[in-house]
């Protein structure tokens, strides 16, 4: 086999989507720790150390140079080349969050066992659907008191309308937490707490074993039997396709904290997910394994430090192999040619000078300023486009204007340059000049760090003004006459700087009532180039 297909083969590249407390951060420092990248659990720095009053947050930026350190983790485990991509949760909130969807390949959802579906999952989860990624779900903290394994069954199928087939299923939870049935190699993994740091003691034992009632208990083994009978006959079947098209989702049930089960779960995942897939372009499917380099702009982070308005964009490699100060054209860029220059990539928390990287790798490389996120790049000779990455409903939205009207074109600037960088959107409202616009945000510290930058790099002071609005929605049909539009009194009609027209709602029953009284309307959660 030659060099690239085994590279690109042995790849894994996926998000891990969970909401905050849920146990991200603890599942994805046991997935280092196995894959020999850290060398102790509690090593990956964790948000939980960051305040996040916003003055924190910057020198935090600052210090770290770019926040990258929780970006993307790439690792070795049995054979795997691993690039784990870090949504970032809790006030670090952002568009960015969801745009790191648009790079991986699958998914894995962590559950809290105790509290089920969050609202940042289902919100992650939306956005996996619109790529139909595979979406692996581990249940987590089985160690402490949890729902009932059948009721959070239920709940994902529900709430987030994708198939379940559970690999394991768990004996008992909390104290009484005894361990998992592995459905398919039909034993029973028994759980002991260990305090986390490395693999659990694994007994191995058949379902029909009578050893089995001496380690959980008469009445726990006929549960067990009872629901796995249950689940034979109820649950989905198991489809290797539906699973690689995002239609079921495999359930797993462990503690990240007490590596229970963690180790397990990598390894069917790893099995069941896929190398890098092909990606859509305006000339077709472009495959991974194609020598011929191409990527695409997902990310733009920019330096916080004024002294150096510098940015690193990150890209997801598509096809072929990249190589240190390889020319390539820039797509967007008028199809110029430019040199990839300190192309850089993480090892757990170092961040590296690279040499080269394949399909399915991210790497960061320096931006002078030329970048947009969705942009692509390609081999010289090649010249497609990939499809576009699409714009994130704000949830946040304020009236912004300059305290001092003689900055007005530092205002433009700065505002227009943020926005560009994709920290922030930007509307207006019709026949209304540039000195105000309503900025929307997918995470309230946006808002922070737009004042902030505005200050500090554009030297404008602002006034913000917040609005009620929590709902945004693309008007798709262009011919739409606006101004017959049937619309309850606080819906606002704005437009967004490329000309498309968009309605602001501040609740749910507004949206119900736009969509129910203007047949002809059609409304979109997602916004395309
Ligand atoms: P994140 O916000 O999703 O990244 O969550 P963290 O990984 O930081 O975990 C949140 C809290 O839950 C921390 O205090 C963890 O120690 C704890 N935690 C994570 N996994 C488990 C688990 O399996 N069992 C228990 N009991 N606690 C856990």
């Known amino acids: 086999m030659s060099d690239l297909k085994h590279e690109i083969e042995r790849r894994r590249t996926f998000a891990i ?104 999952t289902r919100k992650l989860f939306k956005v996996c659907l619109l790529r139909d990624i595979p979406i692996f779900t581990f249940i987590n ?151 011929a380099f191409s990527a695409f702009v997902f990310k733009i982070q920019a330096n916080m430090n004024k002294a150096h308005r ?53 790497i960061g490389v320096f931006d002078p300023g030329i970048f947009s996120i969705g942009d692509t790049l390609c081999a010289p000779g090649k010249k497609f486009q990939f499809e576009g990455i699409p714009t994130f409903a704000p949830e946040h939205f304020a009236r912004v204007s300059q305290k001092d009207t003689l900055k007005r074109k530092q205002f433009v600037k700065g505002t227009t340059q943020i926005a560009q960088e994709g920290a922030i959107q930007m509307f207006q409202e019709p026949n209304k000049g540039m000195e105000e616009v309503i900025v929307g945000v997918v995470g309230a510290l946006q808002f922070d760090v737009l004042e902030y930058r505005l200050n500090n790099e554009y030297n404008v002071e602002i006034r913000m003004e917040s609005l009620p609005f929590q709902y945004i929605r693309w008007i798709e049909n262009k011919e739409i006459d606006l101004k017959s539009l049937n619309l ?3 819906t606002k009609i704005v437009q967004d700087f490329k000309g498309n027209y968009l309605l602001l709602f501040t609740d749910i029953w507004n949206i119900k009532w736009a969509v129910e009284r203007n047949p002809d309307l059609v409304l979109s959660e997602f916004g395309r180039e």
Not at 196 to 222: A, C, H, P, S, Y
Not at 278 to 287: A, F, T
């Open 17 to 120: 989507i969970s909401h905050p407390d849920a146990g991200k951060t603890t599942l994805t420092e046991k997935f280092l720790l196995y894959g020999g990248a850290i060398a102790l659990a509690g090593s990956v720095k964790g948000k939980k150390t960051a305040k996040h009053a916003v003055s924190d947050w910057m020198e935090i930026e600052k210090q770290r140079g770019i926040s990258v350190t929780s970006s993307v983790m790439q690792f070795n485990y049995e054979g795997f080349c691993i690039n784990i991509l870090d949504t970032p949760g809790h006030q670090d909130f952002s568009e960015d969050t969801y745009r790191t969807l648009m790079a991986a390949d699958s998914a894995v959802m962590v559950i809290d066992a105790s509290k089920g579906v969050e609202n940042q």
């Open 141 to 291: 903290k089985m160690d402490r008191e949890a729902r009932d394994p059948f009721e959070l069954m239920e709940e994902i199928e529900n709430e987030l309308g994708i198939q379940t087939y559970p690999v394991n299923w768990p004996i008992g939870c909390g104290r009484e937490f005894k361990g998992v049935y592995d459905r398919n190699k039909k034993e029973i993994i028994s759980f002991t707490a260990n305090g986390g740091q490395r693999e659990v003691e694994k007994v191995e034992l058949n379902i029909n074993d009578d050893r089995l009632e001496q380690l959980i208990g008469k009445d726990k083994r006929q549960i067990l039997v009872d629901d796995i009978e249950l689940l034979d006959g109820a649950s989905y079947d198991f489809d290797m396709d539906a699973v690689r098209h995002g239609k079921l989702s495999p359930v797993f049930f462990g503690s990240a904290l007490t590596n229970f089960g963690v180790e397990p779960f990598l390894e069917d995942f790893l099995k069941m997910t896929t190398s890098p897939l092909p990606r859509h372009s305006d000339q077709g499917e472009i495959d991974p394994f194609d020598p």
């Open 310 to 362: 510098d940015r690193i964009a990150f890209m997801r490699i598509c096809s072929g192999k990249f190589e240190k100060g390889m020319e390539v054209t820039h797509i967007q860029g008028g199809g110029k040619k430019i040199k990839l220059s300190q192309p850089q990539q993480l090892m757990a928390q170092d961040r590296e000078i690279i040499d080269q990287a394949y399909a399915g790798d991210i």
């Open 488 to 490: 309850s009194s606080d």
